[in-house]
């Protein structure tokens, strides 16, 4: 049979109100005599306070939740261990909600979670309607955006400079001779979106390129949109001699389909993705990729999220990390000469 908390104040010969000021460490004065007397029925008893129990008297539950768009997707698992392990250390667990870029069940999911009382949120939101978002902030739950943001709400944020990394990684295939370059974007509603194309587009008009919107392909994050994506525009009358993926499951996807058309990595067709999963230096013909420091936005994004949980709300409202242009085989720069 279990030990009580009226077991350990028997045994201790206290009241019950006393040793749940000892093990809630209240503000209300203990007599150190007494506290130690508690201390020792409890560890004789073996007693375990209820965690359950004391959350629901202090409306706590000491739980993170994790809403993601897509687990399958190799970029979110690095950035659920960064958070983890913050949260692991201050004591918190993490709950792991999958929304498959769905915007009424990341709206389900955020409601579940507020009934059942989680601590603090960190998610990526599939799109840009912000109402629900905005309910959220008005009800003063902690809450901070990971990967992707939406312009226009004031919620802390964690996610790399989205159109630099797009910006440097057509100035390379630019500077490799490419002036045909074709862009396959995700979800468009997506604000990291269309900041990648934005970078796209700036590095075309720099260098004097006239953007072809026959180029530009609409995707979804996933290989096989990659896939439908590159098909279109090896379709088209005058097709890319590169190509920038916004994000690396669609690169992959992209090069499966010059493959299968017979046509050669880099020396047909280049290829540059975004994120730097591991599958991209894993495959055959390694990705060239736009890395994105993964756990480090997690551990940053779970340090920001504590920091508002404890109050502390006046800290910056956007944490933009710096993206890394990560040169493989996939861009072909170890067989096009490089100009400055």
């Known amino acids: 049979m279990a030990v009580t908390i009226w077991d350990v104040a028997k045994k201790a010969g206290v009241s ?15 007599n150190e005599a007494t506290r130690r007397r508690v201390l020792a029925a409890i560890q004789e008893l073996g007693y375990q306070p209820n965690d359950v129990a ?18 399958s997707n190799p970029f979110y698992p690095a950035i659920a261990r960064g958070i983890e392990d913050i949260a692991n250390q201050h ?3 993490v709950v792991l909600c ?4 769905n915007l009424t069940k990341e709206r389900e999911y955020l409601d579940l979670l507020r009934r059942r009382w989680v601590d603090g949120l960190i998610f990526a939101t599939v799109g840009r309607n912000t109402r629900h978002l905005r309910w959220l902030r008005g009800h003063s739950i902690p809450v901070v955006l990971i990967a992707r943001d939406v312009e226009g709400l004031e919620i802390g944020s964690v996610l790399v400079d989205n159109f ?46 006239e953007p072809d919107p026959s180029l530009s392909v609409e995707g979804n994050f996933r290989a096989e949109g990659g896939f439908e994506a590159m ?16 994000n690396d499951l669609m690169a992959i996807g992209a090069m499966d389909a010059i493959k299968r058309s017979g046509l050669r990595i880099p020396e047909d067709v280049a290829v540059v993705g975004f994120d730097d999963i591991t599958f991209a230096s894993l495959v055959e013909l390694t ?28 800290g910056p409202r956007k944490i933009v990390l710096e993206p890394q242009l990560v040169v493989r085989d996939s861009c072909g720069a170890h067989v096009r000469r490089i100009g400055g």
């Not at 779970?302 to 920091?307: A, H, I, K, Q, V």
Request: proline share 5%; with cysteine; net charge positive.
């Open 16 to 30: 019950v109100a006393t040793v749940s000021r000892v093990i809630n460490h209240s503000t209300h004065k203990v």
């Open 54 to 71: 004391r959350g629901l008297k202090k409306r706590t539950s000491r739980t993170i939740a994790l809403i993601v768009p897509d687990i």
């Open 91 to 93: 004591g918190y667990a």
């Open 98 to 101: 999958n929304t498959y870029e």
């Open 164 to 209: 630099q990394g797009a910006y440097e990684a057509i100035r390379r295939l630019i500077r490799l001779g490419h002036r045909r370059i074709g862009f396959i974007g995700g979800p468009p509603n997506l604000h990291v979106v269309q900041e990648r194309r934005r970078g796209y587009l700036q590095a075309l008009c720099e260098a004097e390129i």
């Open 231 to 246: 098909q279109q525009l090896l379709q088209i009358p005058l097709p890319p001699s590169a190509v920038f993926a916004a």
């Open 287 to 314: 990705l060239t990729t736009v890395a994105q420091p993964k756990y480090k936005m997690g551990t940053m994004a779970m340090s920001r999220l504590l920091e508002i949980m404890r109050g502390k709300r006046n």
